[in-house]
């Protein structure tokens, strides 16, 4: 027997927890999340190399329905942030409604329902919420001679905690987050760094501390005051949009700050131009570090300003031509994100899949729902990420949207989205990133699908504007039932 739910959540990250939870806060009982993996977490259990952290403080990188008084320090480390998503599953139930070790491996729209294959069975879903991350399928580069190399190679998303480092000559090719976060703890371990850099980021002081005990034992205590500070951090992440977004002033002096915090650690002048970005600010995300430069300032640390062009044997050959003979190579490459591999999984009406739906990109109405594909609601896909704020304020906010819409729905009805509203978003997106540093700032970056130029991973707004929006959704998106309709009619 196949088994059926009301609703099936695919993936266990902060996305399929936040999903499970609204849904039960709206009533909505017959509920199961499908895992790939053996635990919970996501991006926090598969990304452990060494210095990985959040970059938005943790008490805003936190589902507003759950604080939690006791984070250690501003900027939590990884396995923190995994350990607290785990005590919110467990506390809240949600973790018993996990079926771990179980991929979703086809869905199609049969009609009336998700029909699903999974690797460990057949499953039918009425409403089917995707919650698969969007930063999950490492991003490998294709360089002659990588794969012959006689030394480990890792992905930075797919740490080998094996790997010795101190003493160690090692590679890095990257610096987007996870290479600028890496770099300084690797050099504090001992090993001696070569950093490949095609392009310099923009980088930011972070500052960040430890929090002290009468500090967590008054979060603790007076919840008021955990709710002014997350008030707080969450109007000076709001008020940062205007800096990536095209605010011309705004950006100007954030760039002046980022060129600051180089000068400050870095006096020679040949590897300050080496670090000094040459595309506008805003235009990838913009990093946070303060110990990045001094690292790379440091004798541990090589920076090879040009590319990873190929391997030979033990020795890696830059696109300047240089080359250097290391012992591991960790790729902090990042990831595929433009073209999700959900995307090929889902089959909706007409035999379409979600990934010929998209493409030349991703699309959506209101970041959430997808024209052709009843009944499905996708969180954290098309332009819900954000470059100045959390990334949870929007997932909470799109699951929030999902458990609503379901608990509304009248009894069998389906929920089709009209492929007016996506055109009419998609446009709206078009026209307003058209002058932005995102698409005109001169980079490459995983914010615009390279094969139409579109902004489809970022949300261009202030969440306060992605809420409103949300909050204010009427069913207009979704087409007006046949049924519906012949009930009216005399
Ligand atoms: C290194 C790194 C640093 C980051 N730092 C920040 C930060 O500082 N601030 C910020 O706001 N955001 C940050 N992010 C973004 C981060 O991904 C989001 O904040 C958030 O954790 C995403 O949650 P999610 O549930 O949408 O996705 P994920 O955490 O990726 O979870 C998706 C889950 O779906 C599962 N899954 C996927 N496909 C299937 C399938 N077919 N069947 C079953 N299960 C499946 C995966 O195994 C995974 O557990 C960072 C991301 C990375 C990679």
New binding site residues.
């Given amino acids: 027997m196949t088994a059926e739910h009301e609703v099936v959540v ?9 999903a499970a939870l609204e849904l039960e806060a709206a009533g909505i009982a017959d509920v199961v999340i ?4 053996g635990d ?8 452990t ?1 060494p210095g ?5 403080p943790a008490h805003l ?1 936190t589902l507003a329905r759950h604080p939690w008084p006791h984070w250690s320090r501003e900027f939590a480390p ?1 396995a923190e942030i995994q350990a607290y998503l785990r005590r919110v599953a467990a506390s809240t139930g949600i973790d018993g409604r996990i079926r771990f070790d ?4 086809e869905a199609h729209w049969d009609g009336d329902a998700w029909a699903l294959q ?1 690797t460990r069975g057949a499953r039918r879903a009425r409403m089917l919420i995707l ?6 399928e490492p991003s490998i580069p294709q360089v002659h001679g990588l794969a012959a190399f006689p030394g480990p190679v890792v992905h ?2 797919r740490w080998d905690p094996t790997l010795a480092v101190a003493g160690t000559r090692i590679a890095v090719v990257g610096t987007g ?2 290479g600028v ?1 890496m770099v300084p703890e690797l050099v504090r371990r001992g090993a001696a760094v070569t950093l490949f850099q095609r392009s310099a980021p923009w980088v930011l002081p972070r500052g960040g501390r430890t929090y002290t005990d009468a500090e967590r034992h008054r979060f603790a205590s007076r919840p008021d005051v955990l709710a002014a500070l997350r008030e707080e951090l969450f109007q000076e992440g709001e008020a940062r949009h205007a800096s990536r977004a095209g605010d011309a002033a705004a950006a100007a002096a954030a760039s002046d700050q980022a060129l600051a915090h180089l000068r400050a650690h870095v006096t020679d002048p040949a590897l300050r131009a080496s670090l000094t970005p040459n595309y506008a600010f805003g235009c990838k995300r913009v990093l946070l570090s303060d110990d990045f430069y001094p690292a790379v300032a440091s004798d541990a640390v090589t920076l090879e300003p040009s590319a990873l062009a190929r391997v030979d044997a033990d020795t890696l050959v830059a696109a300047s031509g240089r080359r250097h003979t290391v012992d591991a190579v960790v790729l902090a490459t990042g ?1 595929r994100a433009t073209r999700q ?2 995307a090929d ?1 889902i089959t909706g009406e007409d035999g379409i899949s979600l990934d010929e739906h998209w493409a030349t990109g991703m699309s959506s109405a209101l970041s959430t729902i997808v024209s052709g594909f009843p009944n499905l609601f996708i ?2 896909g098309p332009n819900a ?2 470059g100045h ?4 304020l929007m ?1 909470e906010e799109q699951a929030a949207y999902a458990a609503r819409t379901i608990a509304a729905r009248p009894t069998g009805a389906i929920l089709r989205p009209d492929p007016v509203a996506e055109q009419a978003y998609t446009d709206m997106i078009v026209r307003r990133s058209r002058t932005t540093a995102w698409v005109t700032g001169g980079c490459r970056s995983w914010y615009v699908d390279e094969r139409s130029g579109r902004l489809t991973l970022l949300w261009p707004g202030t969440v306060t504007e992605f809420r409103a929006q949300l909050r204010a959704a009427d069913g207009t998106e979704f087409l007006r039932e046949p049924a519906t309709e012949r009930s009216t009619t005399p």
Avoid at 34 to 37: D, G
Avoid at 389 to 392: C, D, F, K, R, Y
């Fill in positions: 695919v993936g266990a990250g902060f996305a399929g927890i936040a499908l895992e790939r993996a919970l977490g996501g991006t926090w259990r598969d990304n190399y990985v952290a959040c970059d938005v990188y990884g179980t991929a979703l491996a999974t919650a698969c991350g969007r930063l999950t930075s998303a987050a996870s976060q990831f591999p959900y999984l969180l954290n990420s954000l704020n959390s990334s949870l997932l």
